[in-house]
T-cell receptor, first 115, second 111 residues
Framework: GESVGLHLPTLSVQEGDNSIINCAYS??????FIWYKQESGKGPQFIID?????DKRQGQRVTVLLNKTVKHLSLQIAATQPGDSAVYFC??????????????FGQGTILTVHP | SQTIHQWPATLVQPVGSPLSLECTVE??????LYWYRQAAGRGLQLLFY??????ISSEVPQNLSASRPQDRQFILSSKKLLLSDSGFYLC??????????FGPGTRLTVL
């Protein structure tokens, strides 16, 4: 079946640096993508999403980029803070009404921010 | 605002015992509901989803079952737990825009 995977399982950065977390997806028909942050022992927290008719979307300190040509998704975190340390997951949703909102998740990237 | 609850937060059960995990959503009506399992250090695996009361779809064959007795209640069950059922169980709901939000999770340990 379709899969979503991450290039880098771990990422260590210094506080204040910018972080980039990457994700590759295989289902070219996916029309919606989400980034989640998961802290230890907690449920995933919605960060930002992007639909397939967009290339870029910005939030507070975060930017998601979508390159449909190479089926690549990235999450950029500006001025990374220790509180950003967590596991980050990308997820994709197939197009069409029969998808019922089901998401396929990547493996996750562990982001560690050093003070 | 909408909130999602799961209980219990943690559970330790012996092999062969039954299981019942509950998820409830507040502040919305007729949400799509989902059960996921997350093994330690891994991603999320979709187990079940429901688009309405009494409507359950299973994504993977397994030892678990799900039920939706009320619009905003989703229950994950098992008659006899296996060691491999250990994990972090997450309930989620989806809004009109397909944004999916997760509950706090239940940590299940089967001994």
């Amino acid at each position: 079946g379709e899969s979503v995977g991450l290039h880098l399982p771990t990422l260590s950065v210094q506080e204040g640096d910018n972080s980039i977390i990457n994700c590759a997806y295989s289902n070219s028909a996916s029309d919606y993508f989400i980034w989640y942050k998961q802290e230890s022992g907690k449920g995933p927290q919605f960060i930002i999403d992007i639909r397939s008719n967009m290339d870029k979307r910005q939030g507070q300190r975060v930017t998601v980029l979508l390159n449909k040509t190479v089926k690549h998704l990235s999450l950029q975190i500006a001025a990374t803070q220790p509180g950003d340390s967590a596991v980050y997951f990308c997820a994709e949703k197939g197009a069409g009404g029969t998808s019922y909102g089901k998401l396929t998740f990547g493996q996750g990237t562990i982001l560690t921010v050093h003070p | 605002s909408q909130t999602i609850h799961q209980w219990p937060a943690t559970l330790v059960q012996p092999v062969g015992s039954p299981l019942s995990l509950e998820c409830t959503v507040e502040g919305t009506s007729n949400p799509n509901l989902y059960w996921y399992r997350q093994a330690a250090g891994r991603g999320l695996q979709l187990l079940f989803y429901s688009v309405g009361i009494g409507q359950i779809s299973s994504e993977v064959p397994q030892n678990l079952s799900a039920s939706r007795p009320q619009d905003r209640q989703f229950i994950l069950s098992s008659k006899k737990l296996l060691l491999s059922d250990s994990g972090f169980y997450l309930c989620a709901w989806t809004n009109y825009y397909n944004e999916q939000f997760f509950g706090p999770g239940t940590r299940l340990t089967v001994l």
